[in-house]
């Protein structure tokens, strides 16, 4: 036999091989997700500061002008019963809102204070004996259990035998309740994280289309297209407003000149 025969790598489980390259999928599109958040997050902060800090000056600077024009009778002054009406409005909705969280969380801390169902403390048995610690074979599978336990340990305190429900069926579909070190007990928990990553793929294509449809996701899209057309939006949107400000003040300075007059 040539040495060469004896060199050649074998050639892996098709189900591993996949499960390798789903796990380097997620892993890079997360990293993907995580970049795009932070220049989100960078855009947004520099739109406060700059942009938001303008707006800011522009509304006082509107108001002031409106005072002025009230008070030169060039502007009809808000009456005493629209205000009456907007605030008892407001009173009405926050005290509806209030009433409601009141009402909520007296019934959910009437359900807190009660004795626990039999059929709660079976549920959370079982979800215990099944996913307790110290069944775990390795620290990661450890460390998973202790999560669940205390997700389960939160929805005992809080009398949520739907949460504990959830909690079992995702434990029942996760590769780690899959018990045995045999050829088939591996292959399904091969097939069982496959499908997990499977999914996570599709959650991060749903996030990754939440953050683009969002306000600010939108506006770093728009600021990236007119940057490609040789043009900067976010400047203009300074200019903008720096130009609205520079006409209150115009305005508001000959409303005080009339005044004085």
């Known amino acids: 036999m040539s040495s060469a025969n004896t060199l050649q790598p074998a050639d892996l489980d098709p189900s591993r091989s996949q499960l390798a390259a789903l796990e380097l999928e997620v892993a890079a599109r997360e990293r993907e997700l995580s970049v795009l958040k932070g220049e989100l997050q960078q855009l947004q902060t520099r739109y406060l500061n700059e942009i ?12 002031d002008v409106r005072e002025e024009e009230i008070r030169a009778g060039l502007r009809p002054a808000i009456s005493m019963d629209e205000i009456g009406e907007d605030a008892e409005s407001v009173d009405s909705g926050a005290r509806s809102a209030t009433e409601s969280e009141c009402s909520n969380r007296g019934a959910f801390d009437g359900l807190r204070a009660g004795e626990p169902s039999v059929d709660l403390k079976k549920m ?3 979800v215990a004996r099944a996913i307790h610690p110290d069944l775990a074979m390795n620290d990661p599978a450890r460390w998973r259990r202790h999560s669940l336990m205390a997700e389960a340990n939160r929805a005992y305190a809080e009398r949520d035998e739907d949460r504990l ?3 079992m069926r995702v434990w029942e579909r996760s590769p780690e309740a899959v018990i ?12 069982r994280r496959i499908a ?11 996030e990754f289309a939440d953050v683009r449809d969002s306000a600010i996701g939108r506006l770093k899209r728009r600021i990236d297209d007119t940057l490609e057309q040789g043009w900067d939006l976010f400047a203009e949107m300074l200019r903008s407003v720096e130009r609205d400000i520079a006409r209150a003040r115009a305005r508001l300075a000959t409303l005080k000149r009339r005044k004085k007059s």
């Open 52 to 63: 938001g800090a303008l707006y800011s000056e522009l509304a006082r600077l509107e108001t």
């Open 124 to 126: 959370f048995r079982e």
């Open 196 to 206: 997990i990553l499977g999914d996570r793929l599709v959650e991060l294509d749903a």
């Open 180 to 191: 045995g070190d045999d050829p088939e007990a591996e292959a399904q928990r091969v097939s």
């Open 165 to 167: 429900r959830l909690i």
